[in-house]
């Protein structure tokens, strides 16, 4: 009876100590995962705004070249037609 009490504690003793290797690891990961978490969000909120001011750029460079194609079909209406078929 001893002997089986002893491999009994024995083998909670293994148990507890991989658990508590298991949850180091875990939370040595989880430690990991936030920061990479909140690098990648900061990332993320960089090129969104990046790209919400390339959109307004572009919208504004192809707002000025229709208002330049207009006024060239004023000035020029023959010469813009030969061109506008090509």
Do not use: C, W
């Not at 690891?25 to 990991?32: S, V, W």
């Amino acid at each position: 009876m001893p002997s089986s009490r002893a491999g009994r504690l024995r083998a909670s003793s293994l148990r507890l100590a991989q658990f508590r290797q298991a949850n180091q690891a875990l939370h040595t990961f989880n430690d990991f995962s936030s920061r990479r978490y909140q690098h990648v969000v900061r990332d993320f909120e960089n090129h969104t705004k990046m790209l919400v001011t390339m959109k307004a750029d572009l919208d504004s460079i192809f707002r000025r070249i229709r208002t330049l194609q207009v006024k060239l079909a004023k000035q020029y209406p023959q010469a813009f037609a030969e061109v506008s078929q090509v």
